[in-house]
């Protein structure tokens, strides 16, 4: 009963999309025009026409996004229509300039579309890709939870702590304190967990990274090792369990951070380069009236 | 011992109107109250909680004065009035037996003095009194029934005593700053919401609250020299134990006052635990002299029961006013008094209208006040078939007439002056089986769904007539639509109406199979034993049978059906049954279609591995008693909130939605959203009456809402909230990018090394006019819920029972 963006009402506009591709295909075959194919021909202003309201159309679905209460269709069509439309613009206004580049305000204009038209095109991917794997890294579960998760196990490892050597509440509280995952948008899409842990040593405390828990899987297993005393490797025992429970929490959050950011980081392109668009193409129009 | 005129139990609202109007007119009198305050229900509403002041157009007859305003205000209001009007309270006089008769009552109070009076106004409300620990030592100063504040509390050892939602709450919330022990008679919780289950097992198992099973108090004692001031004793199942503490919270329910109200002589009518005494005009029960006011007597506002207050003491002075309601009723009545009176009217329709002939004329009175009088053109639609509206219609004067026929809109049935009808719609929550038109000189009053459930519940001969007709005329639209009304009475007759209750077994497969359930409301799941497992293979909403093969020459059950929600059903045996055949040829092959339908839509689902699972996991989450629920695909969505803020844009501001929240199977996400129920939980206790149900199927909170939060504590999905003025605007650049966003997941893992606890919220802060909110589905709007038409990548989808079955097949096969 779901349908999605791309299914929307049996691909209607994937459809219209296509129709308008071929038709502007053929007239640009069969138009053979004085000059090379330009921008300046008949054809060429029609197809920069179309194409200058297909931007407008297209950069239109913010507001209707926005409009909650309008009854105009359903975003879903909207944003259907919006993918498909915004594809054939690539082939329209390619065709619109004749294949003529060059270092020039128009190319400029040209350029900017490509970009965002691409960074729509990542968009597209990322939502048809990964909230499946979202849905399944996070099992049920949400990241609210995941975090709370986390302080339990904080809680239930210093709890253990208490009947142990003074060193051990020190290594949980370090290991806690230095749990650091996403802080910059690049670690958030790396998915990368930054964490360090400031190891007790002879020579003072020293700082090694953490991540995936390592540091402080390592340190445990090497008191493992040492002990002698049966209760304390049993509490060693299980303060490994929870740690290692604790490593795959902190993997899981970090892959939700860095899909969330995938879903979310092509719209910080899309966006402002639409707005830069925009610009240039009211600047390529009046120019190209100047000139004429 | 002097006797006063008039001895006033309980300083309610009600209470506290009658006492001031008896001092203020110089009437000897005594107000008692049992606790050490007057007003004690709203003392104990939180702090700074906003009072309102419905309904807005009933004038407000009281010398005390009333206005909506915060708690405190409107308490200190009645303190300074009562100072004022110099009214004789006793604080701390519980009243325990009422004997006498009127001229001379004898109240014995706890204490063990005796008031004498001459009359008696109980307005004791419903609350009830607190269970009490019950082992020695109970009245110790350390030993409180409720909570106000769990914040006022640092650093003690708390013992609550219980194991219901309110235990829960307390001790998860005391926990975060003491030590806190519960103490729970039973080996588990059985008795609280899935939410607090879920919380109290994680909070024990974190070790924030220290829970005793099977274990009960024994006794308490001050140890002055101990470490903590007191010691309670326990029995646990490993024998006696001591536990040193500073406070024991009990938290063991209430007594229902109807016990006490009872020994009083005063009647009931029926045993149902909602029906309401038997009261006059002038609020007297059936004891002379002895006066029933505010809730108990069925009027849970603020405002009605200080006008009743005021009223009953102008009685017994035998003054008689004109009820305060009267202009109200003057003016709903307008159409057809003529040169009658209010009184007159209402006396004609009781006399006219067989089901309301034995409503006692003080709540006939109250009906009508919840009631309107339509008076529609010939051939007017009362209502449409398939309309969601459930109240209920009765002829004052002309006819009406109902398609029963889907198919033969010329086929109608007359109902004449004093019938009823709507009772379908009304009873099984559902949508209206038939349409109904307004004959000649029509006059029709509507009562809406509330009032008539406390008719039914109060009044039992109403509650067999209407039950009667509901079973004929479900026959009717079931199974022989051509048949004459007075042919199916026998059928009808030989007929049973069945309750179940949510997870009792209708029939057991291999059972004789000698009867039809027709589901009058509610909803059932049909099970079958698959390699000794049982698997739930399909989902039967109300206004559909089940168990129809039996009929028709199995003589097994083939499947177990069973109740998902509490559920009423019609049941046919085989002998009538068969006189139905009879009258209607094509019922036997419209019942076979039915069966080749259900066998193959069983079999489709069982061929499906997870599809039983899934419909499992979907009722749990009460879709079973659904019209309409959000259910959200996980691979589509992309968590962008896009619903959630054209929900709060279309709602002055406030989402009523959650997506994030609630729980998943597979990729069926079901966020916190209003299931829209058949038999809405929100209903049940709405002082105002504001909750409605649209002719669409909308459950909506009207402008009435009083904030009182029941419905917020009765929804079981948890979708309700009080929420007040909306949050500010997002930055015009957040705007742009995502149109606002919420605090975001990363500012939180970022903070997640530092700090653990939590800053404690201002305690004296300002309380803002908190108001129910919820779902009610873009009521009003064009094109549908908001939250669907504003996804992007169509992950939001509505489902309702109808559509449910083929949902299930979709998904699961996609698994």
Redesign the interface.
Known sequence: MYESLLNHANRRYLRVSLWLCGISVALYVWHDPLSPPNGGTWLGYTLGGIGAALILWLTALGIRKRSYSSAMGTLRGWTSAHVYLGLSLLLISTLHSGFQFGWNLHTLCYALMVIVIASGIVGVVAYQRYPQLMSANRAGSKPDRLLEEIQDIDQRALRIARGMPRRFADLLRANRDGTALGGSTRNILAGRDSSVLMVPSNKGAVSSPNSGQSAALTWLGDELARSTDGELSRRIGDLLSLLAERRNLLRRLCRDAQIRGWLDIWLYIHVPVTLALLGTLVAHVVSVFLYW | MTKVVIAVVGSGPGGLSAAARAAGIGVSHVLLEQTAAHANTIQRYQKGKHVMAEPNVLPLRSPLAFAAGTREKILDEWARGLAAQNVNVRYGAEVVAISGEKGDFHLKLQDGSEVLAENVILGIGLQGNPRRLGVPGESLPCVQYTLDDPEEYQGETIVVVGAGDAAIENAVALSKQNTVYLINRAGEFARCKDGNLTLIL?TIE??KVNCLYSTQCSSLVETPEGAKPYELSLTTANGQMQLPCDRIIARLGAIPPRKFVESCRIKFPSSDPTSLPLLSANYESNVAGLYVIGALGGYPLIKQAMNQGYEVVEYIRGTPVTPADEPLLQSKLAGILGHLSVTATLQSMQARIPIFAEVNPLMFRELMLGSSVHVPKAGEVVFKRNDYTNSFYTIFSGSVEIQVDENDPAKRVVLSTGQFFGEMGLLSGRRRTATALAGRDCVLIETPRRDVLKLLSSVDAAKAVVDHTFIVRAIQSGFAPQAATDELLPIAANSKLNRFRAGQVLFTEGDEADSLHLIRSGSVSVLRSIGGREVVTSYVAAGNYVGEMGLLGNTQRSATVRATVATETISLNAATFGELLQKNPRLRQELEETVRQRVASNTHLQGQDHAGELISFLLKQGLGEATDVLLI???????CD?CE??CA??HGGTSRLDR??G???A?VHVPTSCRHCEDPHCMKDCPPDAIRRSPNGEVFVGDNCIGCGNCERNCPYGVIHMSGPPPEQPSLMS?????GSKES??S???G???S?HHEPAAIDAPKAVKKAVKCDMCKG???GP?C????????A?R?NPE?FV??VK?EASRF
Do not use: I, S
């Not at chain 2, 695909?633 to 968590?639: A, I, K, P, Q, S």
């Not at chain 2, 705007?735 to 149109?739: A, C, R």
């Not at chain 2, 669907?788 to 992950?795: N, S």
């Open positions: 994680k974190a070790g695909d996980e691979t589509l969505c992309v968590g896009n803020r054209a844009a279309t994030a929240a729980p998943t199977f990729n705007w742009l990018m995502f149109g997941v990363y939180k893992l970022q997640l090394g530092r653990h709007q064009d094109g908001a669907v038409r504003a996804c992007p990548t169509g992950a989808l489902v559509e083929t949902f979709q």
